[in-house]
Protein backbone atom coordinates (compact mmCIF):
# COMPACT_ATOMS: atom_id res chain seq x y z
CA UNK A 1 0.00 0.00 0.00
CA UNK A 2 1.61 3.14 -1.19
CA UNK A 3 -0.24 5.10 1.31
CA UNK A 4 -1.96 7.03 -2.08
CA UNK A 5 -5.40 6.66 -2.40
CA UNK A 6 -7.75 7.07 -5.26
CA UNK A 7 -11.49 6.85 -5.48
CA UNK A 8 -13.68 5.46 -7.61
CA UNK A 9 -12.04 2.31 -8.37
CA UNK A 10 -14.30 1.63 -11.56
CA UNK A 11 -16.39 4.10 -12.78
CA UNK A 12 -18.70 3.17 -16.43
CA UNK A 13 -20.24 6.20 -17.86
CA UNK A 14 -21.80 7.47 -21.34
CA UNK A 15 -20.48 9.38 -24.12
CA UNK A 16 -21.06 12.76 -23.65
CA UNK A 17 -20.78 12.69 -19.78
CA UNK A 18 -18.61 14.59 -16.87
CA UNK A 19 -16.70 12.46 -13.98
CA UNK A 20 -14.66 13.54 -11.30
CA UNK A 21 -12.11 10.94 -10.00
CA UNK A 22 -10.74 12.09 -6.56
CA UNK A 23 -6.77 11.70 -4.98
CA UNK A 24 -5.82 11.52 -1.62
CA UNK A 25 -2.02 11.93 -1.68
CA UNK A 26 0.37 10.39 1.12
CA UNK A 27 0.60 11.78 4.46
CA UNK A 28 3.51 14.84 4.23
CA UNK A 29 3.36 15.09 0.06
CA UNK A 30 2.85 18.21 -1.13
CA UNK A 31 2.41 17.28 -5.00
CA UNK A 32 0.17 15.30 -6.86
CA UNK A 33 0.51 14.27 -10.24
CA UNK A 34 -2.44 12.80 -12.58
CA UNK A 35 -1.57 10.28 -15.92
CA UNK A 36 -3.66 8.19 -17.96
CA UNK A 37 -2.62 5.09 -19.06
CA UNK A 38 -4.05 3.20 -22.39
CA UNK A 39 -3.31 0.44 -24.31
CA UNK A 40 -1.99 2.42 -27.22
CA UNK A 41 -0.38 5.37 -25.55
CA UNK A 42 0.85 3.35 -22.25
CA UNK A 43 1.45 5.77 -19.64
CA UNK A 44 0.93 9.73 -19.90
CA UNK A 45 1.53 12.29 -17.89
CA UNK A 46 -1.13 14.74 -17.43
CA UNK A 47 -1.13 17.55 -14.96
CA UNK A 48 0.90 17.87 -11.69
CA UNK A 49 0.03 20.23 -8.71
CA UNK A 50 2.48 21.63 -5.74
CA UNK A 51 0.55 22.65 -2.87
CA UNK A 52 -2.33 23.64 -4.48
CA UNK A 53 -0.25 25.27 -7.29
CA UNK A 54 -0.05 23.59 -10.99
CA UNK A 55 3.33 23.45 -11.57
CA UNK A 56 3.42 21.37 -15.00
CA UNK A 57 1.10 20.49 -17.61
CA UNK A 58 1.64 17.48 -20.06
CA UNK A 59 -0.75 15.97 -22.77
CA UNK A 60 -3.56 16.96 -20.91
CA UNK A 61 -6.95 17.72 -23.36
CA UNK A 62 -8.93 21.25 -22.51
CA UNK A 63 -11.97 19.00 -21.89
CA UNK A 64 -9.89 18.00 -19.12
CA UNK A 65 -8.77 19.86 -15.61
CA UNK A 66 -7.57 19.29 -12.66
CA UNK A 67 -6.89 21.20 -9.18
CA UNK A 68 -5.24 20.67 -5.73
CA UNK A 69 -7.26 21.70 -2.48
CA UNK A 70 -5.72 23.19 0.46
CA UNK A 71 -5.95 19.89 2.17
CA UNK A 72 -4.52 19.29 -0.74
CA UNK A 73 -6.48 16.17 -2.10
CA UNK A 74 -6.77 16.65 -5.72
CA UNK A 75 -9.51 15.59 -8.20
CA UNK A 76 -9.31 15.29 -11.69
CA UNK A 77 -12.46 16.43 -14.20
CA UNK A 78 -13.05 14.47 -17.32
CA UNK A 79 -16.03 15.93 -19.66
CA UNK A 80 -17.79 15.57 -22.86
CA UNK A 81 -15.78 11.94 -22.36
CA UNK A 82 -15.50 10.12 -25.80
CA UNK A 83 -15.06 6.62 -26.27
CA UNK A 84 -10.86 6.93 -26.55
CA UNK A 85 -10.90 8.40 -23.51
CA UNK A 86 -11.61 5.13 -21.79
CA UNK A 87 -8.10 4.36 -19.77
CA UNK A 88 -6.73 3.78 -16.29
CA UNK A 89 -5.91 6.88 -14.74
CA UNK A 90 -3.35 7.04 -11.92
CA UNK A 91 -2.66 9.80 -8.98
CA UNK A 92 0.99 9.65 -8.05
CA UNK A 93 2.20 12.13 -5.16
CA UNK A 94 6.03 13.06 -3.84
CA UNK A 95 7.44 15.09 -1.33
CA UNK A 96 8.96 17.97 -3.04
CA UNK A 97 7.26 17.49 -6.67
CA UNK A 98 10.66 19.59 -8.09
CA UNK A 99 13.34 17.40 -8.00
CA UNK A 100 14.88 14.77 -9.90
CA UNK A 101 15.72 12.29 -6.60
CA UNK A 102 12.08 12.73 -6.06
CA UNK A 103 10.23 10.00 -5.93
CA UNK A 104 6.44 9.27 -6.85
CA UNK A 105 4.45 7.21 -5.68
CA UNK A 106 1.34 5.90 -7.33
CA UNK A 107 -2.07 5.46 -6.19
CA UNK A 108 -4.57 2.00 -7.18
CA UNK A 109 -5.89 3.91 -10.03
CA UNK A 110 -9.56 4.61 -11.29
CA UNK A 111 -10.72 2.35 -14.15
CA UNK A 112 -12.30 4.82 -16.27
CA UNK A 113 -14.73 2.74 -19.39
CA UNK A 114 -16.80 5.27 -21.53
CA UNK A 115 -19.66 3.56 -23.25
CA UNK B 1 12.53 11.00 -30.08
CA UNK B 2 12.07 8.40 -27.45
CA UNK B 3 12.98 9.51 -23.89
CA UNK B 4 12.97 6.27 -22.67
CA UNK B 5 13.61 3.16 -24.34
CA UNK B 6 12.78 -0.44 -23.07
CA UNK B 7 13.54 -2.94 -26.29
CA UNK B 8 12.28 -5.69 -24.99
CA UNK B 9 8.12 -6.23 -24.86
CA UNK B 10 8.53 -9.53 -23.63
CA UNK B 11 11.00 -11.30 -21.61
CA UNK B 12 10.85 -15.11 -20.06
CA UNK B 13 12.60 -16.35 -17.11
CA UNK B 14 12.93 -19.23 -14.92
CA UNK B 15 12.38 -18.96 -11.32
CA UNK B 16 15.02 -18.40 -8.87
CA UNK B 17 17.11 -17.42 -11.84
CA UNK B 18 18.03 -13.76 -12.23
CA UNK B 19 17.22 -11.76 -15.51
CA UNK B 20 17.96 -8.10 -16.63
CA UNK B 21 15.44 -5.80 -18.14
CA UNK B 22 17.04 -3.21 -20.23
CA UNK B 23 16.38 0.66 -20.13
CA UNK B 24 18.02 3.31 -22.67
CA UNK B 25 17.41 7.10 -21.80
CA UNK B 26 18.24 10.35 -24.02
CA UNK B 27 18.87 14.02 -22.20
CA UNK B 28 21.06 16.82 -22.09
CA UNK B 29 20.28 17.31 -18.35
CA UNK B 30 23.54 16.53 -15.95
CA UNK B 31 21.12 16.13 -13.09
CA UNK B 32 18.45 13.42 -13.40
CA UNK B 33 16.43 10.73 -11.88
CA UNK B 34 16.02 6.93 -12.79
CA UNK B 35 13.38 4.99 -12.00
CA UNK B 36 11.87 1.35 -11.98
CA UNK B 37 8.07 0.94 -11.00
CA UNK B 38 6.18 -2.88 -11.35
CA UNK B 39 2.77 -3.17 -12.59
CA UNK B 40 1.27 -6.66 -11.75
CA UNK B 41 -1.66 -7.99 -13.38
CA UNK B 42 -4.03 -5.60 -10.57
CA UNK B 43 -2.91 -2.46 -11.83
CA UNK B 44 -1.08 -0.86 -9.40
CA UNK B 45 2.32 0.79 -10.03
CA UNK B 46 4.94 -0.04 -7.43
CA UNK B 47 7.68 1.69 -7.16
CA UNK B 48 11.07 -0.59 -6.94
CA UNK B 49 14.60 1.30 -6.97
CA UNK B 50 15.58 4.98 -7.62
CA UNK B 51 19.05 5.76 -9.25
CA UNK B 52 20.67 9.85 -9.04
CA UNK B 53 22.53 10.50 -12.23
CA UNK B 54 25.44 11.85 -9.91
CA UNK B 55 25.37 8.27 -7.58
CA UNK B 56 28.08 6.62 -8.18
CA UNK B 57 27.42 3.88 -6.83
CA UNK B 58 24.69 1.15 -8.37
CA UNK B 59 21.27 1.62 -6.37
CA UNK B 60 20.22 -1.84 -5.18
CA UNK B 61 16.88 -2.41 -2.93
CA UNK B 62 16.60 -6.62 -1.57
CA UNK B 63 16.51 -8.21 -4.93
CA UNK B 64 16.31 -5.75 -7.18
CA UNK B 65 19.38 -3.61 -8.62
CA UNK B 66 20.05 -0.62 -11.26
CA UNK B 67 22.91 -1.72 -13.31
CA UNK B 68 23.90 2.31 -14.26
CA UNK B 69 25.85 2.88 -17.07
CA UNK B 70 26.09 6.73 -17.29
CA UNK B 71 28.07 7.16 -20.90
CA UNK B 72 26.03 4.60 -22.21
CA UNK B 73 22.85 5.80 -20.90
CA UNK B 74 21.46 3.11 -19.85
CA UNK B 75 19.57 2.34 -16.45
CA UNK B 76 19.66 -1.76 -16.44
CA UNK B 77 17.20 -3.51 -13.83
CA UNK B 78 18.28 -6.61 -12.62
CA UNK B 79 16.33 -8.78 -10.64
CA UNK B 80 17.79 -11.81 -8.59
CA UNK B 81 16.70 -15.00 -7.62
CA UNK B 82 13.43 -14.74 -9.49
CA UNK B 83 9.57 -15.44 -7.98
CA UNK B 84 6.80 -16.50 -9.34
CA UNK B 85 5.33 -12.88 -8.04
CA UNK B 86 7.54 -11.41 -9.92
CA UNK B 87 5.53 -11.60 -13.39
CA UNK B 88 4.26 -8.32 -14.19
CA UNK B 89 5.09 -5.12 -16.39
CA UNK B 90 8.07 -3.37 -15.39
CA UNK B 91 8.89 0.57 -16.44
CA UNK B 92 11.41 2.49 -16.57
CA UNK B 93 11.21 6.10 -16.05
CA UNK B 94 13.60 9.49 -16.07
CA UNK B 95 12.59 13.21 -14.19
CA UNK B 96 14.81 15.58 -15.64
CA UNK B 97 14.47 19.26 -15.52
CA UNK B 98 15.50 22.68 -13.93
CA UNK B 99 13.25 24.78 -11.56
CA UNK B 100 11.81 25.97 -15.00
CA UNK B 101 10.00 22.51 -14.50
CA UNK B 102 10.46 19.26 -13.93
CA UNK B 103 8.82 16.18 -15.97
CA UNK B 104 8.94 12.02 -15.41
CA UNK B 105 8.83 10.02 -18.70
CA UNK B 106 8.08 6.64 -18.64
CA UNK B 107 9.09 4.04 -21.06
CA UNK B 108 6.53 1.40 -23.31
CA UNK B 109 7.43 -1.35 -20.51
CA UNK B 110 8.24 -4.78 -20.59
CA UNK B 111 6.30 -7.63 -19.90
CA UNK B 112 8.00 -10.34 -17.74
CA UNK B 113 7.07 -14.32 -17.31
CA UNK B 114 8.27 -16.13 -14.41
CA UNK B 115 7.97 -20.10 -15.26
CA UNK B 116 8.25 -22.30 -12.55
Not at chain 2, 25 to 41: A, I, N, R, V
Amino acid sequence: DSGVTQTPKHLITATGQRVTLRCSPRSGDLSVYWYQQSLDQGLQFLIQYYNGEERAKGNILERFSAQQFPDLHSELNLSSLELGDSALYFCASSVEGGPSTDTQYFGPGTRLTVL
Amino acid sequence: AQKITQTQPGMFVQEKEAVTLDCTYDTSDQSYGLFWYKQPSSGEMIFLIYQGSYDEQNATEGRYSLNFQKARKSANLVISASQLGDSAMYFCAMREGNTGGFKTIFGAGTRLFVKA
